[in-house]
C-alpha cells in the first residue's frame, strides 16, 4: 500500500511546568489518537475515523499514512521491539498486523461474540491484553500464533475499558459502565472485580506508580482515586474541574506523578497530581482546546507525553527537568 507523506506547522503553548506542542494531522476529521512512541523515537497512531495507520517524525514534523481495509475502525495500536505496529479494529472484529516496511496488513479475527476490541496493551512476555468493552470481555493475544482467548467479564454491560499490565505481568483493567476494576490471574484467566465505594463511580481509564497501587480516573464523579492491591484499600481525591471535569487520558511520569486530560473544561486541561503530597501540582491547558484526549502514553527517555485530540491534532507535552 502505498504511504502519504505531509509536513505540517507545529502550534506552541508554553505553560508552567509544561511544554506543550502540537501537530496539525493532515487529513482532516480523522479522530487521530492513541500515539505510542516506537523504538526510533517515531509516533505512532491511529486515525478512528480514516482507517488508517500513521507515523509521525517529531524532527522533521513529516506525517506518514498507512491505509487499512475500509471499515476497519482502528482504536488503537502499539509497537514491539521490530518495528511491527499491532491495532485494535475496533470496527471490524479483528486485530490487526501492520509491516510498515511493506504495507502490508494481516488481520486476526477475535472470537464469535468478541467483536470490539478495544485498548491493545503488551503483556511483558511477547504478548497482547486487550479490552472489548461492548463485548465484555477482556482477551489476550499471542502474536507467534495467532491464538485469543477471552475471560467474559461476570457482571452484565460492565464496559472492559482501558487496561495496563503491572511488572509481575497481572492485567488490570476499569470496568466504565459499572463502579468497578479488575483484574486477572494470567496463569488461571481467572477475573476478579473490585468495588469502588461510592456506586456513582466510573472509572475510565487507570495507571500504575511504582509502589504497586492502582490509580484511575472517576469520569462521572471527578475524583482521581488510589486502590492498594496489598491491602484493599481506597482513596479518592476531587480534581480541579469537580464533577464536569470528565477525567479521560491517564499515565504516570518518571517521578510518579499521575497525569489526566480533564476533558470537561474548554479548553481541555493537563493535570498533575503528586501523590507524595497528595496535591495537584500542575494544570496546563491544552492549546488547541483538544474537545477530548482519549488515550496518552509517557516517553521516559525524552520525558514527554504524547496524546492526540479530537481537534485533529498529535500533541507532545514536554515535562520540566
Same mark, same amino acid.
Given at each position: 500500500?502505498?504511504?502519504?507523506?505531509?509536513?505540517?506547522?507545529?502550534?506552541?503553548?508554553?505553560?508552567?511546568?509544561?511544554?506543550?506542542?502540537?501537530?496539525?494531522?493532515?487529513?482532516?476529521?480523522?479522530?487521530?489518537?492513541?500515539?505510542?512512541?516506537?523504538?526510533?523515537?517515531?509516533?505512532?497512531?491511529?486515525?478512528?475515523?480514516?482507517?488508517?495507520?500513521?507515523?509521525?517524525?517529531?524532527?522533521?514534523?513529516?506525517?506518514?499514512?498507512?491505509?487499512?481495509?475500509?471499515?476497519?475502525?482502528?482504536?488503537?495500536?502499539?509497537?514491539?521491539?521490530?518495528?511491527?505496529?499491532?491495532?485494535?479494529?475496533?470496527?471490524?472484529?479483528?486485530?490487526?498486523?501492520?509491516?510498515?516496511?511493506?504495507?502490508?496488513?494481516?488481520?486476526?479475527?477475535?472470537?464469535?461474540?468478541?467483536?470490539?476490541?478495544?485498548?491493545?496493551?503488551?503483556?511483558?512476555? +511477547?504478548?497482547? #491484553?486487550?479490552?472489548?468493552?461492548?463485548?465484555?470481555?477482556? @482477551?489476550?493475544? /499471542? !502474536? %507467534? $500464533? =495467532?491464538?485469543? *482467548?477471552?475471560?467474559?467479564?461476570?457482571?452484565?454491560?460492565?464496559?472492559?475499558?482501558?487496561?495496563?499490565?503491572?511488572?509481575?505481568?497481572?492485567?488490570?483493567?476499569?470496568?466504565?459502565?459499572?463502579?468497578?476494576?479488575?483484574?486477572?490471574?494470567?496463569?488461571?484467566?481467572?477475573?476478579?472485580?473490585?468495588?469502588?465505594?461510592?456506586?456513582?463511580?466510573?472509572?475510565?481509564?487507570?495507571?500504575?506508580?511504582?509502589? +504497586?497501587?492502582? #490509580?484511575?480516573?472517576?469520569?462521572?464523579?471527578?475524583?482521581? @482515586?488510589?486502590? /492498594? !492491591? %496489598? $491491602? =484493599?484499600?481506597? *482513596?479518592?481525591?476531587?480534581?480541579?474541574?469537580?464533577?464536569?471535569?470528565?477525567?479521560?487520558?491517564?499515565?504516570?511520569?518518571?517521578?510518579?506523578?499521575?497525569?489526566?486530560?480533564?476533558?470537561?473544561?474548554?479548553?481541555?486541561?493537563?493535570?498533575?497530581?503528586?501523590?507524595?503530597?497528595?496535591?495537584?501540582?500542575?494544570?496546563?491547558?491544552?492549546?488547541?482546546?483538544?474537545?477530548?484526549?482519549?488515550?496518552?502514553?509517557?516517553?521516559?527517555?525524552?520525558?514527554?507525553?504524547?496524546?492526540?485530540?479530537?481537534?485533529?491534532?498529535?500533541?507532545?507535552?514536554?515535562?520540566?527537568?
Amino acid at each position: 500500500m502505498r504511504a502519504l507523506v505531509t509536513t505540517a506547522l507545529a502550534v506552541l503553548g508554553v505553560l508552567a511546568g509544561v511544554d506543550v506542542q502540537e501537530w496539525p494531522v493532515p487529513w482532516e476529521r480523522t479522530r487521530p489518537r492513541d500515539p505510542y512512541v516506537a523504538p526510533d523515537g517515531r509516533v505512532w497512531f491511529v486515525g478512528q475515523a480514516g482507517d488508517y495507520v500513521a507515523v509521525f517524525d517529531p524532527s522533521s514534523g513529516d506525517f506518514r499514512r498507512f491505509a487499512l481495509p475500509a471499515g476497519a475502525g482502528p482504536h488503537n495500536l502499539i509497537v514491539d521491539a521490530a518495528g511491527i505496529v499491532w491495532y485494535a479494529g475496533n470496527a471490524a472484529s479483528h486485530i490487526g498486523r501492520l509491516d510498515p516496511a511493506t504495507g502490508a496488513v494481516r488481520q486476526f479475527p477475535t472470537p464469535e461474540g468478541v467483536r470490539d476490541p478495544h485498548t491493545l496493551v503488551f503483556d511483558g512476555k +511477547g504478548g497482547i #491484553w486487550f479490552t472489548a468493552q461492548q463485548s465484555n470481555v477482556v @482477551g489476550h493475544f /499471542d !502474536p %507467534a $500464533t =495467532g491464538a485469543m *482467548r477471552v475471560v467474559p467479564v461476570p457482571t452484565p454491560r460492565a464496559r472492559p475499558y482501558g487496561i495496563v499490565v503491572a511488572p509481575d505481568g497481572r492485567p488490570w483493567v476499569v470496568l466504565f459502565g459499572t463502579n468497578r476494576l479488575a483484574t486477572v490471574d494470567p496463569s488461571t484467566f481467572t477475573l476478579r472485580e473490585i468495588p469502588l465505594p461510592r456506586d456513582g463511580a466510573r472509572p475510565r481509564r487507570l495507571s500504575l506508580t511504582t509502589d +504497586g497501587a492502582v #490509580w484511575y480516573g472517576d469520569y462521572a464523579g471527578g475524583f482521581i @482515586g488510589r486502590y /492498594d !492491591p %496489598a $491491602t =484493599g484499600r481506597i *482513596r479518592e481525591w476531587p480534581l480541579p474541574g469537580g464533577a464536569g471535569s470528565l477525567p479521560y487520558a491517564m499515565i504516570t511520569d518518571d517521578r510518579d506523578r499521575l497525569w489526566l486530560v480533564e476533558t470537561g473544561p474548554r479548553p481541555n486541561q493537563f493535570v498533575a497530581f503528586d501523590p507524595a503530597t497528595e496535591r495537584v501540582v500542575e494544570t496546563a491547558d491544552i492549546p488547541s482546546g483538544a474537545g477530548s484526549v482519549r488515550h496518552m502514553v509517557f516517553h521516559a527517555p525524552t520525558r514527554t507525553i504524547w496524546f492526540g485530540t479530537d481537534a485533529n491534532t498529535i500533541g507532545r507535552a514536554r515535562l520540566d527537568d
